[in-house]
């Protein structure tokens, strides 16, 4: 099994920046992929950005140029720093880790706000 745990979810106005955390432990095995999805009210789960344990990221279209992942292998810890945020980036955001096999285990979620 695998333990996800997020933090650094909030409110803030559109233009600002937050930056997302989520830890790993438990039974971590590599290669892997760690990332982040979201899920706005009535919408399907989505991915945002993903990144390999190798450190080869990927992001969603609606995203790239305002977020970065980042991942630090020794913490087995993947950030999200997300910029110019804007109302429409306004959801759940939930953490991914993701085994060769292609399990996947989730955070808990961390709600994010972009209003003004």
């Known amino acids: 099994q695998v333990q996800l745990v997020e933090s650094g979810g909030g409110s803030v106005q559109p233009g600002g920046s937050l930056r997302l955390s989520c830890a790993a432990s438990?039974?971590?095995?590599?290669?892997?992929?760690m990332g982040w999805y979201r899920q706005a009210p009535g919408k399907e789960r989505e991915l945002v950005a993903a990144?390999?344990?190798?450190?080869?990221?990927n992001y969603a279209d609606s995203v790239k140029g305002r977020f970065t992942i980042s991942r630090d292998n020794a913490k087995n810890t993947v950030y999200l720093q997300m910029n110019s945020l804007k109302p429409e980036d306004t959801a759940v955001y939930y953490c991914?880790?993701?085994?060769?096999?292609?399990?996947?285990?989730w955070g808990q979620g961390t709600q994010v706000t972009v209003s003004s």
């Open positions: 990144i390999t344990s190798g450190g080869i990221p």
């Open positions: 991914n880790y993701r085994r060769l096999s292609m399990r996947d285990y």
């Open positions: 438990g039974s971590i095995s590599s290669p892997n992929r």
